[in-house]
Nanobody
Framework: QVQLVESGGGSVQAGGSLRLSCAASGNTYSVNYLAWFRQAPGKELEGVAGIGTGDSSTDYADSVKGRFNISQDKAKNTVYLQMNTLKPEDTAMYYC??????????????????????????WGQGTQVTVSS
């Protein structure tokens, strides 16, 4: 089992910045991909950014490219999401997710299905981000 705990959410004005953190504990050796998802009221869960734990390769949703940056501190088993130039449409509950099967999925499908929620085995409780105009 892997436990994920998010922190760093809050309220900010448009144009501001926030940094989310996700601390992983438990059998983290099994995890090969970490990602951030978000869900706004009445909308579907959306993949925001992801990172391979081995090579630190990254993926981003088009809506956040150039504004958000995902990184990891392997020694601390922590993944970060630096969010800059925030917009009201970034308002959502943000979730951290971990996958122990992403590498297998990538081999089988020949693409990294990082934004598919069903590819993840563990989820955090979420942290709210609110951006006001």
């Amino acid at each position: 089992q892997v436990q994920l705990v998010e922190s760093g959410g809050g309220s900010v004005q448009a144009g501001g910045s926030l940094r989310l953190s996700c601390a992983a504990s438990g059998n983290t050796y099994s995890v090969n991909y970490l990602a951030w998802f978000r869900q706004a009221p009445g909308k579907e869960l959306e993949g925001v950014a992801g990172i391979g734990t081995g090579d630190s390769s990254t993926d981003y949703a088009d809506s956040v490219k150039g504004r958000f940056n995902i990184s990891q501190d392997k020694a601390k088993n922590t993944v970060y999401l630096q969010m800059n130039t925030l917009k009201p449409e970034d308002t959502a509950m943000y979730y951290c997710a971990a996958s122990s099967r992403m590498r297998l999925f990538t081999v089988l499908s020949k693409v990294r299905i990082w934004s598919v929620p069903e590819a993840y085995d563990y989820w955090g409780q979420g942290t709210q981000v609110t951006v006001s105009s």
